[in-house]
């Protein structure tokens, strides 16, 4: 330990003298936090460094965690890492430019069960090769940072890191030592100062924003919850309704179509499956261990559903063998449940759990039991024997374990040390990601709780409850992973928390200001016209008012009388019975008047950072959404100023081809930033990052949003412009930095690429090594240089689905859902050194690449959606003079017309514009302006956003401040 702490003493004092050099030294030392922190400074392993770091995977063996990135290995906390299992795996370090290095640092992570490198080979890119064999030292409270040392004293350009062996893992307090870990830290010290290669000029991110545009925050101030009779604590069945209740809705639910369907099928189902004994799955086989969806999983998912159904077929029908039956399950689990069925770590990367692999699985399977010990714990055939067994043997060992083995009493007793109010305290209204999965940890704690008559329990899912209202819903209603599946999915969680608490007095449905009708009402103001949501994040496209998903509306029709719900009641399936992420009855069987819902115009998102442009052009509605705003969390994805279309009547560009996690090409090309309608830079994925809205109008006819960020790659800004024009998209996209990096622009549409064509895909090849994320899954043409304007045509034709069609592989996956035909037409503006890849990407799509060279570039690309009129004629350049840097975009259309798009990169450092720029023969100080001229000449419309004066033939535009003006 002491010639550690030497060496890393040694290595501050170069570090430090490095920084201050010229200047006095220091009066006293630093401490071990300070010594840190001028170490980061020249640390250019760090992406916000401009490194860009990758991760090969190079044994058969080894794996990685996709909630953790290879970027954590160097962002300056050793108790964050990359997790990771085998050997070996190799990390790349692509420097922001050739540096003189001085020294690689390396810092064991603190997490003493989990195993740390020990032999390691470093790479340099002049060919050095060097090796270290790694102490395991932990970092301490004594000694946070105890960095082991390569001396380098080099120019390089790159590092590569290959870990070759490692130390195990210990064991601590009788825990035994798990097989993934990581390394804490890798440094890579630098003597250059690195703020030349990261400053981006032209660039403010304090400057000012035009925003002209509606919000989708609701005012829900004259709403009155309708609470239901309360079920008294130890009444049952208790949790949705009373046993009195379920009665009364038996020849309701007779009498509705929908109803007797659910019936008989319920009650057909139950009596097949009591043909066949209940065998419980092996518990020496794990479930999920590499599929979340495995054959164990599926048992086990199986007979707990099988319980659920069992206990609602008693109650519907007074038949005691649907009791019998339920009863055998729940006293098989509760027998096997405390010993047979070990806790085990599976495909989940950070979780474990003993039936399932994790938790949220766990939750899912113990919720439907639950449900049915409800409706049979009163049934003659249940003994007190029995009933203590499944109490204390299953539910509430099962509620102990997925509360992370802490008991109801243990968890009451730590919450009221921190705040005896714990149980009434406000939670505030921090916004914060709130992982989707915890309502239905609280659904179990509450439901559970109920049936064991135990307040506690109970009382802990309800302060999580209020608390994941209170900071999972952002302030414009959405939920905050920024995903509509898992928006839905934890709805449907949430139902279970509120209803069943709903039945003991609590009432949830108003808290804070009705805040959990937001997340009914939200999803339709960002739905496309079709009614379905883009598949945003770890998400797939989803229906936001129609079949499972509308089951959740009974009951908020039921608490806020919002007439605006009976239309997806109406519409959706009726059943009371589970099914997987559906575990509360549907409850109304009666029509209800319905009524068409009002006021889906354009609107900003806030919370998520999502920008939409509704309107209709060419006979249909139209929708473009730009992701501006937060990562996430952990289902974000690396997507920042990705731009969403739909147009002519179905989604024609937007999220990629989603896959299970358990799918190596979600990692591989879901998640990517080249698979998405956004700049790639340099072959790498952005940063988690939240980017900013600069400009927002709806003009009617002619829209536009505009936003940037300097935070998805170091010492780059990304500023993209969007005009929606009658006929067409104008994407005015720049990218620069000071130093030279390699720029790809991709283009995805629906269809086949017409210079695809006929091309046998199995001669192409990817784009890329495995190293590169996304780019191995393109398998392209050779790139083409491109000298003028880049066309390309996506077409294809209609296609009508049956419900329950099966396809070919060989059916691409866009094909596998009905949509109208289609035709895309691409113009891209030239520049020197253009380069154009075509190729095939997972789900059969057809994706272009256009790739650029340099400091800069600026990607200006029109998009005709519309297969039955061509609007544009020609796209070109036109020169812009003027203090600041401008792109000037001529448009003349099919009709003769013109269109003039001028975009100012004005950093607006004061707050207002700076000189006027001349272009076309128009003058304008705005950040965006947009002249509209007829065949003739005249002109037809103006508008600019963020300036005060725009001037020429036929236009004269003022404003006493910058803002957004626009005149037909």
Not at 399 to 421: C, H, M, Q, Y
Request: aromatic share 8%.
């Amino acid at each position: 330990m002491k010639k550690n702490v030497s060496v890393w003493m040694a290595v501050v004092a170069s570090v430090v003298l490095a920084a201050r050099a010229g200047g006095q030294a220091p009066s006293r030392p630093l401490s071990p936090q300070q010594q840190h922190a001028e170490i980061q400074k020249r640390n250019a392993a760090r992406i916000d460094k401009g490194c860009r770091i990758s991760l090969s995977l190079l044994g058969e063996a080894t794996g990685r965690d996709r909630t953790t990135m290879p970027s954590d290995v160097a962002d300056g906390n050793p108790h964050t890492r990359c997790v990771t299992w085998g050997v070996p795996i190799l990390y790349r370090f692509d420097l922001v430019a050739k540096l003189p290095v001085t020294q690689v640092n390396f810092i064991c992570e603190d997490y003493v069960g989990c195993p740390s490198p020990k032999e390691v080979e470093i790479r340099l890119s002049d060919g050095t090769a060097l090796k270290k064999t790694l102490d395991l030292i932990r970092p301490s409270r004594e000694n946070p940072y105890p960095r082991q040392t390569v001396e380098v004293g080099k120019e390089i350009e790159w590092v590569e890191v290959k870990i070759v062996s490692l130390h195990p893992g210990e064991t601590v307090e009788g825990r035994q030592p798990v097989n993934y870990g990581g390394i804490g830290e890798i440094e890579i010290v630098t003597s250059a100062d690195l703020t030349p290669y990261l400053t981006v000029a032209d660039f403010n991110p304090n400057a000012p924003s035009y925003i002209v545009g509606g919000t989708p925050r609701s005012d829900y101030s004259g709403i009155t919850v309708k609470m239901p009779p309360v079920i008294p604590l130890g009444v049952h069945p208790g949790i949705y309704l009373s046993r009195e209740e379920i009665v009364a809705l038996r020849p309701l639910i007779k009498a509705d179509p929908r109803g007797a369907a659910m019936l008989e099928r319920l009650f057909s189902q139950c009596d097949q499956w009591l043909q066949a004994p209940v065998v419980f799955p092996d518990p020496n086989i794990p479930a999920q261990m590499k599929d979340r969806s495995d054959a164990q999983a599926q048992a086990h998912g199986l007979l707990s559903k099988q319980a659920g159904w069992f206990g609602w077929a008693w109650q519907l029908s007074d038949d005691p063998k649907y009791a019998q039956r339920a009863r055998e399950i729940l006293v098989g689990y509760a027998k096997l449940y405390p010993n047979d069925y070990k806790e085990h770590k599976g495909v989940h990367p950070s979780d474990t759990s003993k039936v399932m692999a994790q938790r949220l699985s766990e939750a899912m399977w113990v919720l439907p039991l639950i449900q049915s010990y409800d409706m049979v714990k009163t049934a003659p055939c249940m003994t007190d024997a029995d009933r203590h067994l499944i109490e204390e043997d299953l539910i509430r060992t099962c509620l102990t374990f997925i509360n992370g083995k802490r008991s109801a009493k243990d968890e009451v007793a730590a919450r009221e040390r921190r705040d005896p109010n714990w149980r009434t305290a406000d939670p505030g209204t921090k916004r914060e990601i709130v992982g989707n999965w915890t309502n239905f940890y609280n659904a179990a704690y509450i439901q559970g709780g109920i049936c064991l008559g135990d307040r506690d329990w109970i009382d802990i899912g309800m302060d999580n409850t209020r608390m994941n209202l209170a900071r999972g819903i952002g302030d414009d209603g959405m939920w905050g992973e920024g995903a509509i599946g898992y928006h839905l999915f934890g709805r449907h969680a949430l139902v279970c928390c509120l209803e069943a608490l709903a039945r003991k007095g609590i009432d949830l449905y108003s808290f804070q200001s009705c805040r959990f009708k937001n997340l009914f009402d939200a999803p339709f103001k960002y739905a496309y016209p079709d009614g379905t949501a883009p598949g945003i994040n770890d998400s797939g496209r989803a229906s936001v008012g129609g079949s499972w998903e509308a089951m959740a509306f009974d009951f908020a029709y039921l608490r806020y009388g919002d007439g605006n719900y009976a239309r997806f009641i109406n519409a959706a399936p009726r059943q009371v019975f589970q099914s997987e992420g559906c575990y509360f009855p549907t409850v109304i069987y009666e029509k209800l008047k319905e009524r068409e819902l009002e006021g889906l115009t354009s609107l900003i998102f806030d919370s998520l950072g999502y920008a939409i442009l509704r309107g209709a052009d060419a006979g249909s509605q139209t929708y473009l959404l730009m992701d501006y705003g937060p990562h996430g969390g952990p289902h974000g994805h690396p997507d920042k100023l990705n731009l969403i279309l739909y147009a002519d009547g179905d989604e024609l560009a937007g999220e990629p081809q989603p896959y299970r996690y358990e799918d190596r090409r979600h990692a591989e090309w879901t998640r990517p930033t080249i698979a998405h309608w956004t700049v790639c830079v340099d072959q790498r994925e952005q940063a988690p990052c939240t980017g900013k809205l600069l400009v927002f109008a709806d003009g009617g006819t002619v829209k536009v949003m505009r936003g940037v960020t300097d935070k998805a790659y170091a010492g780059v800004a990304l500023d993209r412009t969007v005009v929606q024009m009658p006929g067409y998209v104008a994407d005015i996209f720049r990218a620069w930095g000071p130093v030279p990096h390699t720029y790809d622009y991709p283009l995805c549409f629906r269809g086949t690429l017409d210079c695809l064509a006929g091309v046998d895909t199995s001669t192409l090849s990817p784009m890329g090594s495995e190293s590169v994320p996304g780019y191995t899954r393109i398998r392209a043409t050779t790139g083409s240089p491109v000298a003028g304007v880049w066309k390309g045509v996506w077409r294809r034709q209609e296609a009508k689905v049956a419900q329950g069609q099966v396809f070919d592989e060989s059916v691409p996956e866009d094909d596998r859902r009905s949509h109208p035909a289609n035709e895309v037409k691409a113009f891209v503006v030239g520049e020197d050194g253009t380069t154009v890849f075509a190729g095939v990407v997972p789900g059969g799509r057809h994706q272009a690449v256009v790739r650029r060279q340099g400091k800069e570039t600026v990607f200006a690309a029109v998009i005709d959606p519309f297969r039955g009129q061509d609007a544009v004629r020609s796209v070109e350049r036109f020169a812009v003079e003027g203090p600041v840097p401008a792109f000037g975009l001529r448009v003349r259309r099919a009709d003769g017309g013109t269109d003039i798009i001028i975009v100012r990169y004005d950093p607006q450092t004061a707050g207002a514009p700076a000189g006027a720029s001349t272009g076309a023969g128009y003058s304008t100080d705005g950040l965006v302006s947009i002249v509209r001229l007829s065949r003739w000449g005249r002109v037809l419309s103006a508008g600019m956003a963020g300036g005060t004066m725009l001037t020429g033939r036929g236009v004269r535009l003022t404003s006493d401040s910058p803002a957004v003006v626009w005149k037909k």
